[in-house]
């Protein structure tokens, strides 16, 4: 990171520079896309609100039927303006997935936030968030960077040495990670320890534990 600026505006920076081509050459490297596919294909209902944490170029969610609505979230501005060039009935927002989603936003029916939990320095606050814009009865699907051969709990990992310097991969365990569901009001319904992508600047595939989760009613709102 330069002097001056801190984890987020790194990671909006790294985004933004790589968006244009972010599809295309994400596409060779992450194994994720179809588990949302399958999950998106289960959960989502006519007329439903979808919220895409950590969208990107809105590729997960780009092509859900025209009269689902679509919310995504991500702090780089050139991902939001390519997610709302491939879906423009979406809603597309700069926001940090560490901070709360406003009241105004409403709720929403179901929630995906894979492949952006990697930035995530609390996981119960995040989930927590996550739990307060749920109606009831939401679904949620939500992949967590686990890598069984780190000490137990919580860990961090550089992301990358080379594009964002400084900012870390935060690594949860399975324990932390139900710890972090359970706090944050959310039931699990599943659980799987899958490929999520690869990670080519350390030779080694990074792995999340993917949960599909339940929201019975919904959390206050502060």
Not at 117 to 131: Q, Y
Not at 149 to 154: D, V
Request: glycine share 12%.
């Amino acid at each position: 990171m330069s002097p001056g600026t801190g984890p987020r505006e790194a990671v909006a920076l790294y985004y933004d520079e790589a968006a244009p081509s972010y599809v295309s050459g994400w596409r060779t490297l992450e194994h994720y896309s179809p588990l949302v596919a399958e999950f998106l294909l289960d959960a989502v209902t006519p007329g439903c609100r979808v919220l895409d944490v950590g969208c990107g170029p809105g590729q997960l969610t780009a092509q859900l039927p025209p009269d689902v609505r679509v919310t995504g979230l991500d702090v780089s501005p050139r991902m939001l303006a390519e997610a709302g060039a491939g879906r423009p009935e979406g809603r597309y927002e700069q926001h940090d997935l560490h901070d709360p989603l406003p009241g105004a936003w409403g709720r929403f029916d179901v929630v995906v936030a894979v492949g952006c939990l990697e930035f995530c320095r609390d996981l119960a606050a995040t989930l927590r968030h996550l739990a307060a814009a749920c109606a009831p009865g939401a679904r949620l699907l939500v992949g967590v960077v686990e890598d069984r051969r780190a000490p137990a709990g919580r860990s961090r990992q550089p992301f990358s040495d080379e594009g964002l310097p400084g900012v870390g991969m935060h690594c949860y365990d399975t324990t932390a990670q139900l710890a972090a569901i359970t706090a944050a009001g959310l039931w699990p319904s599943s659980y799987r320890f899958v490929p999520a992508w690869r990670h080519d600047e350390y030779s080694r595939t990074v792995r999340y534990g993917l949960w599909e989760l339940g929201a019975d009613g919904g959390s206050p709102r502060a």
